[in-house]
């Protein structure tokens, strides 16, 4: 699991690789954070987009209970094909399509659109946060530890 970009979260060694002729993804549940964790880079292909829907619906179907609280992704992502729209199963038509993250079962796609419109329907309490950079990322970070450290000493 060599890496041409140093990323601020190292993926554990039980972490799920999907690798593709222009990515690199890694995907694992985070317990301490009760949260599932993505890195992205470069652009994502179609079976490797297939293996993460297939990888992803059985990760969540495995652990009914647990609810996803937070996605971290620093990497824009590039062009997306036609072909790896219809395997989300999303629907939408814009020619360029960042794949970011994944909520639950179905892989949340950023678009040049109004990312409300991706939203809607979802519960607004829940975070989803997309960074450009690694230090906004650890400052964000920090701070979501820091209030789930307080929540659980109530």
Same mark, same amino acid.
């Given at each position: 699991? &060599?890496?041409? @970009?140093?990323?601020?979260?190292?993926?554990?060694?039980?972490?799920?690789?999907?690798?593709?002729?222009?990515?690199?993804?890694?995907?694992?549940?985070? !317990?301490? &954070? /009760?949260?599932?964790?993505?890195? /992205?880079?470069?652009?994502?292909?179609?079976?490797?987009?297939?293996?993460?829907?297939?990888?992803?619906?059985?990760?969540?179907?495995?652990?009914?209970?647990?609810?996803? !609280?937070? +996605?971290?992704?620093?990497?824009?992502?590039?062009?997306?094909? &036609?072909?790896?729209?219809?395997?989300?199963?999303?629907?939408?038509?814009?020619?360029?399509?960042? +794949? @970011?993250?994944?909520?639950?079962?179905?892989?949340?796609?950023?678009?040049? +659109?109004?990312?409300?419109?991706?939203?809607?329907?979802?519960?607004?309490?829940?975070?989803?946060?997309?960074?450009? /950079?690694?230090? !906004?990322?650890?400052?964000?970070?920090?701070?979501?530890?820091?209030?789930?450290?307080?929540?659980?000493?109530?």
């Amino acid at each position: 699991m &060599a890496s041409k @970009t140093q990323h601020f979260i190292k993926p554990p060694s039980g972490a799920a690789h999907f690798g593709g002729e222009n990515c690199d993804v890694w995907v694992w549940w985070d !317990d301490s &954070a /009760n949260a599932v964790r993505v890195i /992205n880079k470069g652009i994502m292909d179609i079976s490797t987009a297939e293996k993460m829907w297939r990888w992803n619906v059985a990760l969540m179907e495995g652990r009914p209970e647990k609810k996803v !609280d937070w +996605i971290i992704d620093v990497h824009q992502m590039g062009k997306a094909n &036609a072909k790896i729209r219809n395997v989300l199963k999303q629907g939408y038509s814009h020619s360029k399509v960042g +794949i @970011t993250a994944f909520i639950g079962a179905p892989l949340l796609m950023k678009a040049s +659109i109004d990312l409300a419109t991706l939203f809607k329907g979802r519960d607004p309490e829940r975070p989803y946060e997309f960074f450009d /950079n690694e230090e !906004d990322a650890e400052k964000w970070l920090a701070e979501m530890k820091k209030k789930r450290d307080i929540g659980a000493k109530k």
